[in-house]
């Protein structure tokens, strides 16, 4: 496969990715249960199917990936367990739209990471992107500075690290990771259990969850954590995005939750620069290409 068709195909899957995690936080809310016990359901249904696909794909197949890639899919899968606990945490302790913007920031921990340990230098433009990032992200932690929202966001901001720093080590290793992070849920799962064993299972439409974790987020990561197979850590982060643009429309349209006001203006700061950043890239990534056909033509 050339390595056009295969950016191509890095790009189609990575976006089915973020435009199908876009409904996970709405789901989440709409199971109306206690944190452990969505974190315990949602992870025993992920690692559920991901064994069953997993199951079939092999009968059928022998080039079937394999869960744990070595310990660079080992180390990956435990990145991701850590990020979901994360993440969870943040759903519950602060706002959906702080969550998803500030999980937006991944772009700027991808770039950073790949740019000292896979040494893709940024170019100028991307470094201007990542400080208006980082201006967003000030704009809409400060705002939680003295409520309740500040811990949330802080574990957003956590969640985000770690999905990049997954992201940059996939992308190092040239492994197929696509169920790595689904078996990585095994660590979330364990922590849910021990917890769920004290307070007890707690939740009003288990349904919700199950969906969620049955069928949204195997197809999410599988596809997500592809992508580092085909495409730049920073241009899978951008996928991300898609949560970020989407989730706090479909929870605004369920649930009438409206963002503060700097929340908007620092969310709006990181979108704006991400999609400008996002069509540049691509305008870029084309020209190359068109370069090298010129000058080097089958």
């Not at 201007?128 to 809409?140: D, F, K, Q, R, Y």
């Not at 939740?203 to 969850?209: E, G, K, L």
């Not at 989407?246 to 999609?275: C, D, H, K, Q, Y």
């Not at 305008?283 to 000058?295: I, N, Q, S, T």
Request: charged share 10%; proline share 4%.
């Amino acid at each position: 496969m050339s390595s056009h068709t295969d950016h191509q195909k890095g790009l189609l899957v990575t976006a089915i990715g973020g435009l199908v995690l876009s409904i996970d936080i709405p789901l989440i809310r709409l199971a109306n249960g206690e944190a452990w016990t969505i974190l315990l359901l949602r992870t025993s249904c992920t690692l559920a199917a991901a064994l069953i696909m997993w199951a079939v794909w092999r009968s059928y197949s022998k080039n079937a990936p394999q869960l744990i890639p070595g310990w660079s899919g080992l180390i990956v899968a435990v990145i991701y367990g850590l990020g979901a606990v994360a993440f969870m945490t943040a759903v519950y302790h602060t706002s959906t739209a702080d969550l998803v913007f500030i999980l937006a920031f991944n772009t700027v921990f991808a770039a950073l990471l790949s740019w000292l340990f896979l040494k893709e230098r940024p170019r100028p433009l991307t470094l201007a992107a990542m400080a208006l990032m980082i201006v967003g992200v000030a704009i809409i932690v400060g705002d939680s500075v003295g409520t309740g929202y500040l811990f949330g966001d802080l574990m957003a901001l956590c969640s985000a690290f770690l999905i990049a720093c997954a992201i940059t080590i996939s992308r190092a290793s040239g492994k197929d990771m696509g169920f790595t992070a689904l078996i990585g849920v095994i660590l979330p799962f364990g922590v849910a259990a021990f917890m769920v064993s004290r307070t007890g299972f707690q939740v009003a439409a288990p349904w919700w969850i199950m969906l969620n974790g049955g069928v949204v987020m195997p197809i999410a990561f599988f596809c997500l954590a592809n992508g580092p197979k085909y495409i730049s850590g920073a241009e899978v982060a951008m996928f991300y995005l898609l949560e970020t643009i989407l989730a706090p429309v479909w929870v605004w349209m369920i649930f009438a939750e409206t963002p503060s006001r700097n929340s908007l203006i620092g969310g709006g700061i990181m979108i704006v620069t991400l999609v400008a950043h996002s069509l540049w890239q691509l305008h870029e990534g084309r020209k190359r290409r068109a370069d090298l056909a010129v000058h080097h033509p089958a």
